[in-house]
């Protein structure tokens, strides 16, 4: 009976352990095939685990703003894709008093997201977002050991090297010519 439970606790000590992907090989592989209406989430540990087709969830032990600083380090180094940054609008609101920690987490945050655009929505309406790209398009969630509340970053891709304005103007030209 002991051996059967030794078996039993190593057996599901090696499952956890090779349910862990290396996030960053993970993240590595897909950047390149990544391109515009394509998701990379760095989420809490209460983030539910979304069934979508496209919808893809590792887990890791980093810390949550490693994760962060390394994902936008990536994203740099690729000319292809740049991040349209999402955050949950009631982080600003979760007291210190009701989660450890947040106020040191904010802080951190908004060093690492400086001289970037952040635009904050709903926790439902992000998850909307991402359940609606996840039928077509590929999200990947990265879930980090964090417990704090609505702590997730949400990075919606677009293209990196045609912009909103380019896109406009385009736009123009074609109606301009009757089309």
Same mark, same amino acid.
């Not at 970037?116 to 439902?124: G, I, M």
């Not at 406009?168 to 736009?171: A, N, P, Y």
């Given at each position: 009976m002991r051996i059967a439970s030794l078996f039993l606790v190593l057996s599901l000590s090696a499952f956890s352990f090779a349910d862990e992907k290396d996030w960053k090989q993970v993240l590595k592989a897909e950047l390149p095939r990544m391109g515009h209406r394509n998701w990379i989430v760095i989420a809490d540990s209460a983030y539910p685990l979304q069934s979508g087709a496209g919808i893809e969830t590792i887990s890791t032990r980093s810390n949550h703003l490693e994760v962060v600083k390394t994902v936008f380090e990536m994203l740099e180094k690729s000319n292809h894709i740049r991040p349209v940054i999402h955050l949950d609008s009631e982080l600003p609101f979760v007291p210190e008093t009701d989660a450890k920690g947040i106020d040191t987490f904010r802080q951190e945050l908004k060093t690492l997201l400086k001289g $970037? @655009?952040? =635009?904050? *929505?709903?926790? =439902?309406d992000i998850i909307g977002k991402l359940d609606k790209a996840g039928k077509t398009f590929k999200v990947l969630i990265i879930k980090t050991p964090l417990a704090i509340p609505y702590t997730s970053l949400f990075l919606e891709l677009d293209c990196g090297y045609w912009g909103p304005e380019s896109e406009? @103007? *385009? $736009?123009e030209a074609i109606k301009a010519k009757g089309k």
């Open positions: $970037r @655009k952040v =635009e904050s *929505l709903p926790h =439902e406009m @103007k *385009l $736009r």
